[in-house]
């Protein structure tokens, strides 16, 4: 059941990285909000990688 949970987030995770570049690329925002964003980006991808180590140890 955790391992499901685990893998649950990593794909969430995974689709706002995905979902969030996508928009930035889009515009001049890009240039605005990007050492902002790649503090966040670097946090989440730290997650996503925590997360998947818990998965392969459960």
Do not use: N, P, W, Y
């Not at 391992?3 to 925002?29: F, H, M, N, P, Y």
């Amino acid at each position: 059941m955790a391992e499901g949970i685990v893998g649950l987030l990593i794909s969430k995770l995974g689709a706002v990285l995905a979902t969030d570049a996508a928009r930035l690329l889009g515009g001049s925002q890009l240039l605005k909000k990007a050492s902002a964003l790649r503090g966040l980006f670097s946090e989440i991808h730290d997650v996503k990688d925590e997360l998947e180590g818990m998965q392969t140890f459960l």
